[in-house]
């Protein structure tokens, strides 16, 4: 299974500060030396992390080949069609989250998503689309001919926070699933069921499957047993252990999960 380092916390620091440092830039370096298979950021329409003067040099400069994700806004995917990258990653977006919540709905933009991704394949950018595990979408997304999806794995995530992490006893414990513990478990098997049947049912229809967000060095194990998922976008917790470990080591802890297929459950 391939591993894409998602870099964009690396700007989050940087933005705190507003200065230039630390540099995404640099971070590819240490991804590539440590074994990563790609770079992927995530231009977002306010701009909070990366910026698209790190695109462009990170497009120019990079060993690895980077997949953007963006949303369907006219102005970003101009930009991006100018830039010609390798993979484009059409994301949904709200400016209030803190993080990209939900999957994209294709269904509801089927024609402005389907002109997307014919201008994009003109240029040679494959296109995949971040998908909650819903069979409808998956179908969509094969109708509006992208290579690829990436399937949202937030939900599954998030109830193994609850579950087996102190989440609970924080101050951002998620107040939507401080539910009995049994009803928990019950969503927590749902949700990994879920994400077994869209994988399979998106290579049945041809379609590459990726999975990301929420995936930590904890959680892999039941994403791992799922054999359709060729590739895993991981960021917030390779970035986290970065802080205490450096990032090659941190990188390189994750890829060992992933190959081992030890990861705890
Ligand atoms: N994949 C997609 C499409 C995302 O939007 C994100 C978050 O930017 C990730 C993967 C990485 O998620 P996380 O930072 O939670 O690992």
Redesign the pocket.
């Known amino acids: 299974m391939l591993l894409?380092v998602?870099i964009?916390?690396i700007a989050t620091l940087r933005e705190a500060r507003a200065i230039n440092d630390p540099d995404p830039l640099e971070a590819i370096f240490i991804a590539k030396r440590a074994g990563a298979h790609q770079i992927?950021i995530?231009l977002r329409e306010d701009r909070r992390h990366i910026h698209d003067l790190d695109i462009q040099n990170i497009l120019q400069s990079s060993f690895l080949p980077v997949n953007i994700?963006c949303s369907i806004n006219p102005q970003i995917i101009e930009s991006l069609l100018n830039l010609k990258p390798q993979r484009i990653?059409l994301?949904p977006e709200n400016r209030e989250e803190i993080?990209?919540e939900g999957g994209l709905d294709i269904q509801a933009n089927l024609q402005r998503i389907q002109e997307i991704i014919q201008a994009f394949h003109c240029i040679g950018t494959e296109v995949s689309l971040?998908i909650d595990t819903d069979i409808a979408q998956i179908c969509a997304a094969k109708e509006v001919r992208a290579e690829m999806i990436?399937l949202?794995t937030?939900t599954y995530?998030n109830l193994h926070l609850m579950l087996f992490s102190n989440l609970p006893r924080t101050q951002h414990s998620l107040k939507s699933l401080e539910i009995p513990r049994a009803s928990l478990k019950e969503l927590y098997e749902k949700s990994i069921q879920d994400l077994q049947n869209a994988a399979k049912e998106a290579k049945w229809l041809g379609l590459e499957v990726a999975a990301?967000?929420?995936?930590?060095y904890h959680n892999l194990k039941p994403i791992l047993k799922i054999p359709e998922i060729f590739e895993l976008?991981?960021?917030?917790?390779?970035?986290a252990r970065a802080i205490f470990s450096g990032l090659e080591q941190a990188i390189k802890d994750m890829l060992t999960l992933m190959q081992n297929k030890e990861a705890k459950d």
Do not use: P
């Not at 990301?212 to 930590?216: P, Q, V």
């Not at 976008?233 to 970035?239: C, E």
């Open positions: 894409g998602n964009d916390h992927t995530h994700e990653t994301v993080t990209t971040f990436e949202h937030g995530a990301g967000h929420g995936l930590n976008n991981i960021g917030q917790s390779i970035i």
